[in-house]
């Protein structure tokens, strides 16, 4: 069957596992590698190390303190066949309560998620999709956006920290536009993908939320051919799912971009819908990341020839059927589907000979008039969790903004620059609300300035 999407949505979330957050699906799919409740997997507990935690149901919606996920980390977690997961967290926590050790153990029982699991046991589970490297958030977010992460494995914490690096490699989105494909990535507050140094000459392509629900709302055709959709990483909104925040949340965000492409028929019956996330944040998983190829020549740093842990992985769409896939995925996984649908080229030595998903599922011939209707019960969490503590993403975010800063600063007024600094001394909450003032004045300046050249002059 001819693949018949015309639409790609893809919604990526942060740092959870995949026996975590769908290993309970073996009981709707007895062939999915999952958690077997008759035989949890274990890890040895620490320092104690002759007890062992095993994987069990948890119920809580957020953690307390965030695993750790840097790439040493992971090292440690994978020692053994996936054993140094308590360790890793113990070490990384010293004074974390027993119990939350389970934590990095524990698994949603099935129908917990009652928008993730509802999507699961309707459409398509990936069992076998990797993150990119073991690693944290941006080298992984990367890997989504443009098949590499130039060799680079860890994230800055400061404007002056030694971790920022150029990343000016070729993006999807170069290749889109070079072939006339349309696209948009729609944010909430700060934009991730502004790292890559191409996407700062796409500042038009970029909208907020409100915006992503107007144009599904709109004329199907008029739809972006490939949008890409950012949570919101930070502050009362937060609902990408990074730790500490509610999960419950991101259970929102999926329910609500699921709402909308379902309830335009025109566009629901063309598109396919990616739910996916950037890396395992220091969740157990218990099954063993295999070996790939590097992307490129920038392996200093690492050799790229092992993918990370298993991370949740939907294709959502009225053109396939209920099922769970195995073959070996990762985020270039993404790009090598896009890249064969619309002739763009392969995106490095990763992308070139990764397995695209496009070519293992059974695409149906007609729009199945049986998929899930919109989700209509409320979605409430328990009391929003202040997070006392910043994230490595949010810290990277906020540096990030302060080099946006200076790219304004000969328009800026100084007083509102200075108002800026004075928020942001108001502690998290306080810098969260100067990031995204600074991310959305960036984007506002970029797209005027690209509004004044003159056409056929860019």
Not at 17 to 37: E, I, R, T
Not at 224 to 238: H, K, L, V
């Amino acid at each position: 069957m001819t693949d018949p999407i015309e639409h790609v949505v893809v919604l990526t979330l942060e740092n959870h596992s995949f026996d975590q957050m769908l290993g309970s699906l073996k009981a709707v799919y007895p062939d999915l590698d999952g958690v077997d409740p008759s035989h949890p997997k274990s890890n040895p507990d620490f320092p104690d190390e002759t007890v062992q935690v095993s994987q069990a149901e948890t119920r809580l919606t957020s953690i307390s303190l965030d695993p750790a996920h840097e790439f040493v980390n992971v090292a440690h977690q994978l020692v053994n066949g996936n054993t140094g997961f308590v360790r890793d967290y113990a070490q990384a926590h010293p004074n974390c309560p027993a119990e939350s050790k389970a934590q990095i153990m524990g698994y949603y029982p099935l129908d917990f998620l009652p928008v993730l699991h509802t999507l699961a046991r309707n459409f398509v589970v990936c069992d076998r999709w990797f993150s990119s490297m073991p690693g944290p958030t941006w080298p992984n977010r990367f890997f989504v956006h443009s098949g590499t992460c130039l060799g680079h494995i860890k994230m800055p914490s400061g404007v002056f920290d030694p971790n920022w690096h150029c990343y000016d490699q070729p993006t999807i989105y170069d290749r889109l536009s070079d072939k006339s494909v349309t696209w948009k990535i729609y944010h909430d507050g700060e934009a991730q993908s502004l790292v890559l140094v191409h996407q700062l000459l796409h500042a038009d392509h970029y909208r907020g939320m409100d915006g992503f629900f107007d144009d599904v709302d709109g004329d199907a055709k008029a739809f972006p051919q490939y949008a890409f959709i950012e949570p919101c990483y930070s502050g009362a909104g937060q609902n990408d799912q990074h730790p500490p925040s509610d999960i419950m949340k991101g259970e929102l965000l999926i329910a609500k971009v699921y709402n909308a492409i379902r309830s335009n028929e025109a566009l629901w019956n063309t598109t396919l819908l990616v739910v996916l996330y950037d890396e395992h944040g220091g969740f157990y998983d218990h099954v063993e990341p295999p070996a790939t190829v590097a992307p490129d020549k920038h392996t200093d740093e690492f050799n790229f020839q092992t993918l990370g842990l298993r991370v949740p992985a939907l294709l959502i769409s009225p053109f396939l059927d209920p099922m769970c896939i195995h073959e070996v995925f990762d985020h270039t996984s993404l790009l090598k589907y896009a890249s064969d649908k619309w002739h763009l080229g392969p995106l490095g030595n990763r992308t070139a000979q990764a397995t695209s998903f496009g070519d293992v599922v059974k695409w149906r011939a007609t729009p199945r008039p049986d998929a899930p209707p919109a989700f209509t019960n409320a979605l409430v969490g328990p009391a929003e969790v202040t997070n006392k503590r910043v994230n490595e993403n949010q810290q990277a975010l906020v540096s990030f903004s302060q080099m946006l800063e200076k790219h304004m600063a000969d328009v800026e007024d100084m007083a509102a620059v200075g108002s800026r600094a004075l928020k942001a001394l108001e502690g998290p909450r306080g810098q969260f609300a100067v990031a995204k003032d600074r991310f959305e004045r960036f984007l506002q300046f970029k797209k005027q300035e690209r509004s004044a050249v003159p056409p056929g002059s860019q």
